[in-house]
Nanobody, 116 residues
């Protein structure tokens, strides 16, 4: 059973640079898999933030382009989301998403609150 576990959320001041982690448990490798980060702000629909393809190529939502960077560590079966220069509108629950063995998995999310 594959589980995705996010961490790294919390209260961050505007301009802060937290790094979110998502560990894939129950799987030996995330090599050649697709992963993504989504977020859902209060009262809004879930939106795609960043995607990493099986080849390791990344794409980003326009709202975070140039500020967020997605990466992964194959040996640790972990994907990351480095967030820089956070703004109050980045406040949301951030979810990890992965596709392994033809099945889509979601983490439970980690809350990031950007406030002074």
């Amino acid at each position: 059973q594959v589980q995705l576990v996010e961490s790294g959320g919390g209260l961050v001041q505007p301009g802060g640079s937290p790094k979110l982690s998502c560990e894939a448990e129950g799987i030996d490798t995330i090599y050649r898999t697709r992963s993504a980060w989504y977020r859902q702000a209060p009262g809004k629909q879930r939106e795609l933030v960043a995607t990493m393809t099986t080849n390791g190529d990344t794409t980003y939502a326009d709202s975070v382009k140039g500020r967020f960077t997605m990466s992964r560590h194959y040996a640790k079966t972990t994907v990351y989301l480095q967030m820089n220069n956070l703004k109050p509108e980045d406040t949301a629950v951030y979810y990890c998403n992965g596709q392994f063995y033809g099945t889509e998995y979601w983490g439970k999310g980690t809350l990031v609150t950007v406030s002074s």
